[in-house]
Nanobody, 120 residues
Framework: QVQLVESGGGLVQPGGSLRLSCTAS????????MGWYRQAPGKQRELVAT???????KYADSVEGRFTVSKDNAKNTVYLQMNSLEPEDTAVYLC??????????????WGQGTQVTVSS
């Protein structure tokens, strides 16, 4: 079993910055990718940014140029630097890890989520 622990959420004014961190631990064989999703009240969960073990990155159009995802493979940790935050970024941010087992099956693990609120 794999656990994901997030940190770094909070309340910030529009235009401000926050940095989220997420560390994976437990019975890890191979991490294929890690990343962040978010879910606002009444809305579907959406991808924010992902990064593969090899460094390939994908961003949602709405955060491109404002958010930066990075990963420390040695620490099984993914980061999300969020700049120029907007009220529309308010959501619960969930860490995701796509993992591969010893028999090459893949599955997703999720963190509990951290609240990000952008408000004046």
């Amino acid at each position: 079993q794999v656990q994901l622990v997030e940190s770094g959420g909070g309340l910030v004014q529009p235009g401000g910055s926050l940095r989220l961190s997420c560390t994976a631990s437990g019975n890890i064989v191979t991490i294929v990718s890690m990343g962040w999703y978010r879910q606002a009240p009444g809305k579907q969960r959406e991808l924010v940014a992902t990064i593969t073990n090899g460094g390939l990155i994908k961003y949602a159009d709405s955060v491109e140029g404002r958010f930066t995802v990075s990963k420390d493979n040695a620490k099984n940790t993914v980061y999300l630097q969020m700049n120029s935050l907007e009220p529309e970024d308010t959501a619960v941010y969930l860490c995701n890890a796509n993992l591969r087992t010893v028999i090459s099956l893949t599955y997703d693990a999720w963190g509990q989520g951290t609240q990000v609120t952008v408000s004046s």
